[in-house]
């Protein structure tokens, strides 16, 4: 057996502002291990222990899909772009309560025929 570093090692590419995976290249081998038997005759002659490569298997992405990619960018770009649309939000239903609160009050005292606002 000869590992190389590059073809066999279990790779995982993973974007440090959430976490997410951009790449990933799972690969793994199963061995077999035949022990060297005297009572079987075609065994007899094996050498105490040989190991034998089973299944190689390798799997996943090298890079994102276009998909992963819009999904990512919108992802990080979201936070900034939410904070600034929920300030604005919070802004214009401010200015909606002033404004309603100033129309009652105008409206509660033409009602009320042009008294100071309380009446005491």
Same mark, same amino acid.
């Given at each position: 057996?000869?590992?190389?570093?590059?073809?066999? &090692?279990?790779?995982?590419?993973? =974007?440090?502002?959430?976490g997410?995976?951009?790449?990933?290249?799972? $690969?793994?081998?199963?061995?077999?291990?035949?022990?060297?038997?005297?009572?079987?005759?075609?065994?007899?002659n094996? =050498?105490?222990?040989?190991?034998?490569?089973?299944?190689?298997?390798?799997? +996943?992405?090298?890079?994102? /899909?276009?998909?992963?990619?819009?999904?990512?960018?919108?992802g990080? /770009?979201?936070?900034?772009?939410?904070?600034?649309? +929920? +300030?604005?939000?919070?802004?214009?239903v401010?200015?909606?309560?002033?404004?309603?609160?100033?129309?009652?009050?105008?409206w509660?005292? $033409? &009602? $009320?025929? +042009?008294?100071?606002?309380?009446? /005491?």
């Amino acid at each position: 057996l000869s590992p190389d570093k590059e073809k066999h &090692q279990f790779y995982v590419d993973v =974007a440090p502002e959430f976490g997410f995976p951009l790449a990933i290249r799972p $690969r793994f081998q199963l061995n077999v291990i035949i022990k060297k038997d005297e009572d079987i005759e075609m065994m007899s002659n094996f =050498a105490d222990e040989l190991i034998l490569p089973f299944l190689w298997a390798e799997d +996943g992405f090298s890079e994102p /899909s276009e998909e992963m990619s819009e999904a990512i960018k919108f992802g990080l /770009s979201a936070p900034g772009k939410l904070s600034k649309l +929920g +300030g604005m939000s919070l802004l214009v239903v401010g200015g909606v309560m002033v404004l309603a609160s100033l129309g009652w009050m105008l409206w509660v005292r $033409r &009602q $009320r025929g +042009g008294e100071t606002f309380p009446a /005491s």
